[in-house]
C-alpha cells in the first residue's frame, strides 16, 4: 500500500501579470511548485503526478530539469479543482493507500503537515481527511464545520455562510487526504450544476459524507499552511513572511 500525491498546478494566474504558469512564480527564487514538491517528498510522499493546465510546456520544461521523477496529467479546460482530480483518475487507479492533493500554489504547506494529517487520517481509519488552519481574518476561506464528536460536518463556503458559520475561524486549507478508492467512488459524481458550471473538489467530501463515511479534519499547528498568492503584492508577502520566518524550500 503506497500514498501518493496530486498538486494542482493548472492556474494561469492572470493577476500575476506574468507570462508563466501561477505555480512557477518564486518564493526565494524557487517556484512555488518546487517548495510543494519538496515538501512532500520530506513527508515520504515521491510519488507525484502534477496536474498541469496554462501554458503546460512551460511545466513539462521545468519537470524536466528536476532530479527527481514526476508524472504530468493535461487539464486542457480549466473547469474546477474536481475537474483537475479527474485528470488524475489513471494515475489514481494505480494506487490502493491514500492520496494528497495539495495546490500547487501554496508554498508553506509544510512536511510535518503533511506527516501529521497522515498519520491523523489513517489511525482515524477516515475515507478524506481535509488540512484545515485557525487564522485571525477568515474572510473569503471555506469554513470547517465539525460535529460534537469532531469530525467534519460540512465544508461551507464563505459566500453560503449564515452568521454563525462566519464566526468559524478554522479554514479550509485547499488540502486533502483521501483513501484513493474512496475518492474513487465518489469522483464520477461530482456535477457542474453549479453558477460556474466547474467541478468541485470538496463536492467529493460532500458526497462521502452523504455515503455514510467519516471524514475528519486535521489542524495545521501553522495557519500559514493556507497561505497563496494570487497578485505580485501576495506574492511579495509570502517571500516578506519566507525571509522572516526563515522558510527554507
Not at 502534477?50 to 514526476?70: N, R, S
Amino acid at each position: 500500500m503506497s500514498n501518493c500525491a496530486i498538486i494542482l498546478a493548472g492556474g494561469e494566474g492572470k493577476r500575476m501579470k506574468s507570462d508563466k504558469p501561477k505555480t512557477l512564480s518564486e518564493v526565494l527564487g524557487q517556484p512555488m511548485l518546487l517548495w510543494v514538491m519538496n515538501a512532500l517528498r520530506k513527508a515520504g510522499v515521491d510519488d507525484i503526478c502534477v496536474v498541469k493546465g496554462y501554458k503546460k510546456e512551460c511545466i513539462e520544461e521545468y519537470l524536466g530539469t528536476l532530479d527527481f521523477k514526476v508524472e504530468s496529467v493535461f487539464q486542457a479546460e480549466r473547469l474546477g479543482t474536481g475537474h483537475a482530480v479527474m485528470m488524475a483518475k489513471d494515475f489514481l487507479e494505480k494506487h490502493d493507500g491514500n492520496v494528497v492533493i495539495l495546490n500547487g500554489d501554496a508554498p508553506f504547506m509544510s512536511a510535518e503537515t503533511i506527516e501529521k494529517s497522515l498519520s491523523q487520517h489513517t489511525s482515524t481509519g477516515c475515507a478524506a481527511t481535509v488540512i484545515s488552519a485557525r487564522v485571525d481574518d477568515p474572510t473569503g476561506y471555506g469554513r470547517i464545520v465539525r460535529d460534537e464528536s469532531g469530525n467534519l460536518r460540512a465544508i461551507v463556503e464563505h459566500k453560503d455562510a449564515d452568521e454563525e458559520t462566519l464566526k468559524i475561524d478554522e479554514v479550509n486549507s485547499g488540502g486533502y487526504w483521501f483513501d484513493c478508492k474512496m475518492l474513487l467512488s465518489v469522483l464520477g459524481s461530482i456535477r457542474s450544476d453549479n453558477k460556474a458550471g466547474e467541478y468541485y473538489l470538496p463536492d467529493a467530501i460532500k458526497l462521502l459524507l452523504q455515503n455514510g463515511k467519516t471524514v475528519g479534519a486535521y489542524t495545521a499547528q501553522c495557519s500559514d499552511a493556507v497561505l497563496g498568492a494570487n497578485d505580485p503584492a501576495q506574492l511579495e508577502e509570502l517571500n516578506q513572511i519566507a525571509l522572516k520566518k526563515g522558510y527554507t524550500c
